[in-house]
Structure formats: C-alpha cells, structure tokens
C-alpha cells in the first residue's frame, strides 16, 4: 500500500521524537498531577486538623478558665484564670490562620463573640467577687449559650470536609493503578502507530527498491523503478530511474557501434571467406576447354554446383556473424565438417604439392555446421599455405576427456606473431592478401560451440592448432 502522505525521513524521526516527548511530558504530567494532589490533600489534613485541634483548646481552656474562676470562693482569681485568658486569645489567632472557607470564619467570629460575652460576665465576677448573683448569671451563658452552638458548626465543618477530603482520596487511589498504567499505554499505541507509518513510509519502499534494482542488475534497463515512501526513497528511485535511463541509452549506443564495428570488419571477412570458392569455381571453368569432353563438363558443372552452394551456405552464416550468434546446432560427424571444409579449398590442394594425412573418429558433435566448416576451413587454409611444397598436412580427429578434438599440424615455419585470440582487432597478417580475421572468426566460432581453440608450435618444426569441441552424446 503506497504512503498515504509523502515526508521526508527527518520529518518521520521528527514525528517521533516528539511522540516520544509527549509521552514523557503525559509521565511527567500525570506524576506532577499526582504530587500536587497528594500535597494538597496533605494541607488540608492538617489545616483541618489544627483548627479542630485550636477550637477543642479553646473549649478545653474556657472550661477551665471558668472552673478556676468557680474554685476562687470570694476570693480574687489566680494565676491560671489570667493564663487561660491568654491562651484562649493565642488559640482564636491559629483558628483565623487556618480558616481558609468564609463559613468557616463566620463560625469562629460567632465563637468569639460567644466567648466575649462570657468574658464579660466572668470579668464581673473578678470586679464583685462576694456577689452570688454574678456567679449565677456567669454559668447560664456557658450552658446554654451561642458557644456551644457555635463550636459545635465549626466541628461539623470540620467533620464534612475531612470526609470530603477521604472520599477523595479513595477516589484517587482507585484511579490510580489505571492512571499509573496510563502514560505506557499510551506509548505502546503511538509507538505501535509511528512503526506502521515507519514500516510503510520507510522500510517497504527501501526493500522494494532493493528487490527492483535486482532486475536493473539483471541488465533489464527498461526497468523502472516505483516513486514511493519517504522523499529521500523517491528521490532515490527517481535518481536510479534516471542513471537507467542514461546506461539504456549509452547501452544502445554502445551496441549500435559494435554493430557498425562488427559489419566494417565483416566485409574483409566476407571478401575473405568468397575469394576461395570463386578461385576454384574459376579454376573449374578454366578447364572447360572446347576440347573438354561430356564427361568433363558434367563433372566440372558438378563441382561447380557445389562450390556455389557451399558459397551461399558461407554468405548466409556470415551475414548471422553480424548480430549476436544464434547457433543451430544438429548432430553431425566432425570428420564430415572437416572433409567439407578441405573441400572448400578446391584444387589449392594439388598446386601446393601437399600431401593430406587423415586419421578419422567418426566422433559426433552438435554443431552449426556451416558457421564451423568456415571457421575450420580458415584454419585448414592457413595451415596448407604455411605448408612447403611436398609437405605433408595432418588432419587428425579423437575423443579426449569427453571432447571431440581436431588436430591440424602443418610443417610450415611456424607463426611470426604471437596469437591473441581474445583481441577484438584483426591480427597481423603475412600473407599478401591476408586480412588477418581469420582466426579471430574461428575462435569466435569455436567459442560459441563452448569449445576450445589453441595454438603451439611442435618442436620438429611447424605449428599445431588444438581444436576441441564438447562430444555430443545420445539419451
């Protein structure tokens, strides 16, 4: 499936960089959120706390202040009536501090209030200390007085907001294993959603483009690679795309020149290979004399026949020599290949004064016939017109390690140049009218019927020319 939207991969390590950022800052976040609640709620534990704890000390000190001023008996109050009178002050400074609602500081001011009415009727008892009176009027406030009520709505504020403030606790702890799982949750699912885009933006197209630039390797030039994924991957098939197009081209370019190369060294070759069977189709018609008899012409128009047969089977296996060779191979007897091509040589034979010595095999190979017979005939050719006259020219066919082998030994002088059948260039030539392709055409026979052409000279003098040839067997 093709990447939906196209990014550069700095984009896409971007995208996860700041995935990755956010998950932390969730982490982060979360803890953050979970201190200050916990912080939070601990301050209002002891806010809540130290007012239930400052309200129950004023309470307890009034109650006291009182009963010490109750033990006096007449007689002026003592030390612990004018302490208590100090802390009950000390203890309504802390309860306004840690007031924090307006309910609750309505509360504590009625609690004042009610404590200052009760410090003015026990301040009449201190002034007029025999008056049973002031005692009496001192305690009812005490019992029934706003006080008491008082007190008790500070306590049950106090009361409703430490339960509020359990509830939500619990709540909290009930959230949180599920918020503590939260933030690795959400890692998983946006790593899970940046490897997809990843595998799909990235790491597919670069696998597709490796598969595809297999074909290119396969020299399938035409071959054109899919834009997909990540800009730096598109770019890249683009890129190859482009430098195929350029091989394509300079490949044709290449192939048209060789072919051009190939067809102005094919005409010495051609010109080459047709001089042969036109001398001896001259050298027929010559003897046909008007003193020739009906014998003669028959036989001489035979030969001619055949000359010109083998003459169009040659042209037409030179013109295939232009594209790259296409073999059609047949079994044949390489004795009859070889016979045919020292056929070809005519009555060249006979005006040098060679002798042939044959030793056949009756070995079978499976071959061009007449693309070998050529290449075979040049090398015979130029065996014969390296021969001295009365020399003897061996021709001798075996099987050799599964391989047909033509030998051809000549008593010539030996080669003048070192052969370097791998040259594309024609080689030297010594002979007058030598093109110098000729072997240069046989080994390229030779080696499109996977087979083998050497060359070496024999110490008694002359050359050896090694043709092998793989041994065609029947299933």
Not at 102 to 122: C, F, H, K, N, P
Not at 275 to 294: E, F, K, W, Y
Not at 395 to 402: G, N, Q, S
Not at 450 to 471: K, Q
Request: aromatic share 6%.
């Amino acid at each position: 499936m093709p990447f939906s939207r196209t990014h550069s991969l700095k984009s896409l390590i971007r995208r996860y960089q700041l995935a990755f950022l956010l998950i932390l800052t969730a982490a982060a976040g979360l803890g953050g959120l979970w201190s200050i609640f916990w912080q939070s709620g601990y301050q209002s534990s002891l806010r809540l706390n130290g007012l239930l704890i400052e309200a129950q000390a004023v309470r307890g000190d009034l109650y006291r202040q009182i009963k010490a001023l109750d033990e006096t008996k007449g007689a002026g109050p003592g030390d612990d009536y004018w302490q208590r009178l100090y802390r009950i002050d000390e203890h309504f400074y802390r309860m306004r501090h840690f007031a924090d609602t307006a309910a609750e500081r309505d509360t504590i001011a009625r609690m004042e209030a009610a404590y200052g009415l009760l410090l003015a009727a026990m301040n009449r008892v201190v002034t007029n200390p025999a008056d049973p009176n002031a005692r009496e009027t001192t305690l009812g406030p005490w019992q029934a007085g706003d006080f008491e009520t008082a007190y008790s709505e500070l306590t049950a504020q106090v009361a409703a907001q430490r339960n509020a403030l359990s509830q939500r606790m619990q709540l909290w702890n009930r959230l949180a294993p599920w918020l503590a799982w939260l933030p690795l949750a959400l890692g998983v699912a946006v790593a899970i959603w940046l490897n997809r885009r990843f595998v799909r933006g990235f790491v597919r197209p670069l696998e597709q483009l490796v598969a595809d630039t297999a074909a290119l390797g396969r020299g399938q030039l035409s071959y054109r690679l899919t834009r997909r994924g990540v800009d730096e991957v598109a770019q890249l098939a683009t890129t190859i795309n482009a430098m195929a197009a350029e091989l394509e081209h300079n490949r044709q370019a290449l192939v048209e020149r060789e072919r051009q190369a190939a067809l102005g060294a094919l005409v010495p070759v051609i010109a080459h290979n047709i001089r042969n069977p036109l001398a001896g189709i001259r050298a027929n018609a010559q003897m046909l004399d008007r003193h020739a008899t009906i014998e003669d012409i028959e036989e001489t128009g035979e030969d001619i026949i055949d000359a010109a047969d083998r003459l169009e089977r040659w042209l037409g296996a030179l013109l295939a020599y232009l594209h790259p060779l296409q073999l059609t191979r047949e079994p044949h007897a390489l004795d009859t290949i070889v016979d045919a091509a020292v056929a070809a040589l005519g009555a060249r034979v006979s005006a040098h004064a060679v002798r042939l010595r044959r030793t056949r095999s009756n070995a079978q190979v499976a071959v061009d016939a007449p693309l070998l017979e050529q290449a075979l005939h040049g090398l015979i050719a130029n065996a014969l017109e390296a021969s001295p006259e009365g020399a003897v020219l061996g021709l001798e066919t075996d099987v050799v390690d599964e391989c047909v082998q033509l030998l051809i030994e000549d008593q010539g002088p030996g080669m003048a140049t070192t052969v370097d059948l791998h040259a594309e260039a024609p080689m030297a030539s010594t002979k007058r009218r030598g093109t110098g392709l000729g072997i240069p055409f046989a080994f390229k026979i030779i080696k499109a019927h996977d087979g083998e052409l050497a060359f070496e000279s024999m110490s008694e003098g002359g050359t050896r020319v090694r043709v092998r040839l793989p041994a065609w067997k029947t299933t």
